[in-house]
Structures are given as structure tokens and as C-alpha cells.
């Protein structure tokens, strides 16, 4: 396999996906404290955090870090658009905002699936990291929402009815527990269990791709790069073994973690406090 490769994410974007793992990871853990609390799985958790009380307070600091990351990454977003060509930059091919060509994607892929035709050519976003990447970004504002309710039920119910909050609980734990679902089962087998991807899709960590993967996957991103002359300037060095070290580490220590509380809150799910 060629040691080529084209720079996929900047050291930016590998900075906002490390500090929301480490967030998600620690929000799952310190709501699934407060949640299975009852059950003796939940006592052990619990006590990986210094008990109930702190606990609760890791997820109320947690959860400002992450809207403060959320916040940031909004402005990180209108900076990048190009206000000159709005349609081409919120449409384009580097966007990530879905359009009709994905839903075309989508439909080449079922027809595929079944033997009925080429698979789709893929630009540099396919249409499930799209769906992946608008999953998590609609999921963070109702968590925080629904969080800031709950944290606040004074004042929250000096301006809403008292029922807001039970809707706010529902809301909350639902989308905490959809999240955790999708990340931990669907998310991590499409990144990391494809026959590309396997042992470890090492994209964001390292930053690019092997070209032969981009080739593969996405002809139409290395097309359209040499078409319009930025080919040579989008290749990227090998990251160096002891980083591949790090990362391989790091990330399979967070797959880890997330089966582990997955496994566990269904099998203690009998335990969980639903009021």
C-alpha cells in the first residue's frame, strides 16, 4: 500500500473531535451515575468519581465545557463560510450540509447493495458522515437546553410550567441515551470496522488518508483535487509510530470505555431511576 496521503482534517478540527470524545465520554459516564445510582454497577461508577454528589458536579462542569465547544464551533462555522458565493460554500462539495446529490448517493448505494449497479462516487463527504456530523450537532443544543432546565428548575419555572420540567427529564435522557446508542454501536462500527477502516479509521487522529483509501472511497474528492491543481498541496506526511501509538491507545481505550457503559446500562437497565 502507497505511504501518499491527502490531508482530510486540519489540527483544529482534530482538536474539537479529541475534546468532544473525552466530554461525551465523561457525560455518559457521570449521567449513567445518576441514572443507575440504585443498581451496584451504578454504586461502582459512581465511586470512580468521588461519589454521588461529585459526580453531579462533573456533569454540570462538563456540560458548560461542551457548551462553551459548541459555542465556539459556531464561530468556527461562519468563519469558514464564504459570504461572497454563499450558495457554493453552504452547497458545495466541502460542505457539509446535505443536498440532493446525497440522497442520489444513498439511493446508488441501496442499488448497489443489492447487485444492481456501480457504487457512488463519492465526494470528499459521504453522506453518512454528513448524518453523523448534523446527529451530533442538533443533539448538543436540546441536551444543553434540556441540562440548563434541569440545573435551574426555579427559574426555569418562573418563566415556563411546572410540566416543562418532566418534558425537559424525558427529553434529556432520551436524547443522552439515543446518542450513546448511535456513538458507541453504529458510529464506531462505520469508522472503524469497514474493510478500509479496520484495525482503526486513523483519519482524525492523524489528520489525513492513505490516497489509496481516498481513491477507493472517495474518487471524486481526488479528482476534483487534481482538477483544480491543489493535489500536490493536499498531501501529508506518515504521522510518526509513536503518535500512531498514542492515538491507536487512546482511541481503542475510548471504544472501550463506551461498550463498557453501553453493556452495562442495558443490563442493569431494570435499575434505572425513570422520575
Given at each position: 500500500?502507497?505511504?501518499?496521503?491527502i490531508?482530510?482534517?486540519?489540527?483544529?478540527?482534530?482538536?474539537?473531535?479529541?475534546a468532544?470524545?473525552?466530554?461525551?465520554l465523561?457525560?455518559?459516564?457521570?449521567?449513567?451515575?445518576?441514572?443507575?445510582?440504585?443498581?451496584?454497577?451504578?454504586?461502582?461508577?459512581?465511586?470512580?468519581?468521588?461519589?454521588y454528589?461529585?459526580?453531579?458536579?462533573?456533569?454540570?462542569?462538563?456540560?458548560?465545557?461542551?457548551?462553551?465547544?459548541?459555542?465556539?464551533?459556531?464561530v468556527?462555522?461562519?468563519?469558514?463560510?464564504?459570504?461572497?458565493?454563499?450558495?457554493?460554500?453552504i452547497?458545495?462539495?466541502?460542505s457539509?450540509?446535505?443536498?440532493?446529490?446525497?440522497?442520489?448517493?444513498?439511493?446508488?448505494?441501496?442499488?448497489?447493495?443489492f447487485?444492481?449497479?456501480?457504487?457512488?462516487?463519492?465526494?470528499?463527504?459521504?453522506?453518512?458522515?454528513?448524518?453523523?456530523?448534523?446527529?451530533?450537532f442538533?443533539?448538543?443544543?436540546?441536551?444543553?437546553?434540556?441540562?440548563?432546565?434541569l440545573?435551574y428548575?426555579?427559574?426555569?419555572?418562573?418563566?415556563?410550567?411546572?410540566?416543562?420540567?418532566?418534558?425537559?427529564?424525558?427529553?434529556?435522557?432520551a436524547?443522552?441515551?439515543?446518542?450513546?446508542?448511535?456513538?458507541?454501536?453504529?458510529?464506531?462500527?462505520?469508522?472503524?470496522?469497514r474493510?478500509?477502516s479496520?484495525?482503526?479509521?486513523e483519519?482524525?487522529?492523524?489528520?489525513?488518508?492513505?490516497?489509496?483509501e481516498?481513491?477507493?472511497?472517495?474518487?471524486?474528492?481526488?479528482?476534483?483535487?487534481?482538477?483544480e491543481?491543489?493535489?500536490?498541496?493536499a498531501?501529508?506526511?506518515?504521522?510518526?509510530?509513536?503518535?500512531?501509538?498514542?492515538?491507536?491507545?487512546?482511541?481503542?481505550a475510548?471504544l472501550?470505555?463506551?461498550i463498557?457503559?453501553l453493556?452495562?446500562?442495558?443490563?442493569?437497565?431494570?435499575?434505572?431511576?425513570?422520575?
Open positions: 500500500m502507497s505511504t501518499r496521503r490531508k482530510r482534517f486540519s489540527k483544529l478540527d482534530q482538536g474539537f473531535h479529541v468532544l470524545m473525552l466530554t461525551f465523561i457525560q455518559s459516564a457521570t449521567g449513567f451515575c445518576r441514572l443507575f445510582i440504585t443498581s451496584p454497577w451504578g454504586e461502582t461508577l459512581t465511586g470512580l468519581f468521588g461519589g454528589e461529585t459526580s453531579y458536579v462533573i456533569h454540570r462542569v462538563v456540560g458548560f465545557i461542551m457548551i462553551g465547544g459548541f459555542l465556539l464551533h459556531l468556527y462555522l461562519l468563519s469558514k463560510v464564504n459570504w461572497n458565493n454563499l450558495k457554493q460554500s452547497l458545495g462539495p466541502d457539509l450540509v446535505p443536498n440532493l446529490e446525497d440522497a442520489r448517493h444513498l439511493w446508488q448505494r441501496l442499488l448497489w447493495f447487485g444492481l449497479g456501480p457504487p457512488p462516487r463519492l465526494d470528499r463527504w459521504a453522506y453518512w458522515e454528513k448524518f453523523d456530523y448534523w446527529a451530533v442538533w443533539g448538543l443544543p436540546l441536551l444543553a437546553i434540556t441540562g440548563l432546565m440545573m428548575p426555579v427559574r426555569t419555572s418562573a418563566v415556563l410550567p411546572g410540566w416543562s420540567l418532566n418534558v425537559a427529564v424525558l427529553l434529556h435522557r436524547e443522552a441515551i439515543l446518542a450513546i446508542s448511535y456513538i458507541f454501536i453504529v458510529h464506531f462500527f462505520i469508522g472503524h470496522l474493510p478500509f479496520f484495525p482503526m479509521n483519519a482524525m487522529f492523524a489528520g489525513s488518508i492513505n490516497i489509496e481516498a481513491m477507493e472511497e472517495k474518487p471524486r474528492w481526488v479528482e476534483r483535487l487534481k482538477t491543481g491543489r493535489l500536490d498541496a498531501m501529508a506526511a506518515q504521522p510518526v509510530p509513536w503518535y500512531r501509538v498514542v492515538y491507536f491507545v487512546f482511541g481503542y475510548a472501550a470505555f463506551g463498557y457503559l453493556i452495562n446500562a442495558i443490563a442493569y437497565s431494570p435499575y434505572a431511576r425513570l422520575h
